[in-house]
């Protein structure tokens, strides 16, 4: 108990730190997800992260970054390939009244985020899918405000996965590393083809060291044409 006190306080304290307010419910709340995320990573392969300190950092409050993106007025988000669940499910936390959605295509992971989000009555949709075929279905095709994804793929294969799922007048944002910038050069073309407008990087720091990161967020101007996204694999093995 002692321990994942001090994590809830070293959470909430970095979090506040960075503009981000959690109430003590949130915190409690991102305190059993990480829990389960541990017991589920002993015998699924979830995340490589374990310390107590990098784990709240670099996961949890990495996700919250999201929130400086996301406009008042959001409704809906969608995390494409959501993994263990970054940023979706502390979005879902720190935004109870947003209609969450997590796409994965991996099926054991699918299993997990079922698991925690179903245990915390999150409200949450989890999806085994393809971002290819999703993005293709009527049902979720330029249905969402804000499409997040968190360390996929290049941005110029992004764009093509993501930017389909965003309505005309939401936004993509797109957590990458310290390259963002050179990846958004080449990624111009592509982000454009699929009705994307003016990319926007936010850097920011992590604390403790523990990394430098930018968001690159894209207004959604235009519908995408109709024969994108391709069919699965192509976006990665033919880059826009």
């Known amino acids: ?20 307010g959690l109430s003590d419910d949130q915190i409690r709340a991102l305190a059993i997800f990480r829990a ?8 699924v392969n979830l995340t490589s992260v374990t310390d107590e300190r990098e784990m709240a950092v670099k996961h949890f409050l990495d996700s919250l970054y999201c929130l400086k ?12 390939g959501s993994g263990a669940g970054f940023p979706g499910i502390p979005l879902a936390v720190a935004l109870p009244g947003v209609r969450v959605t ?29 971002a290819e075929t999703a993005g293709r279905h009527p049902d979720l095709r330029e249905r969402f405000d804000v499409v997040v994804a968190r360390a996929v793929a290049e941005l110029r294969v992004l764009a093509e996965l993501c930017l389909p799922l965003c309505a005309v007048g939401g936004r993509w944002i797109a957590m990458k590393g310290p390259g963002a910038g050179g990846e958004l050069a080449s990624a111009r073309r592509a982000i454009c083809l699929v009705g994307g407008g003016e990319a926007e990087l936010l850097p920011y720091e992590l604390p403790f060291g523990l990394g430098r990161r930018n968001l690159v967020v894209v207004g959604k101007e235009a519908s995408t044409p109709e024969r994108y996204p391709r069919r699965v694999g192509v976006p990665e093995r033919k880059p826009l």
């Open 102 to 130: 997590l796409i994965e295509a991996t099926g054991k992971k699918t299993d997990f985020l079922r698991r925690v989000v179903d245990g915390m009555g999150l409200g949450a949709a989890v999806l085994w899918a393809r």
């Open 69 to 80: 993106a996301i406009p008042a007025g959001c409704r809906s988000i969608v995390d494409v």
């Open 36 to 43: 389960e995320l541990l017991r589920w990573n002993e015998k």
């Open 1 to 20: 108990m002692a321990m994942r006190e001090a994590w809830d306080r070293l959470l909430l304290r970095e979090a506040a730190g960075q503009g981000i």
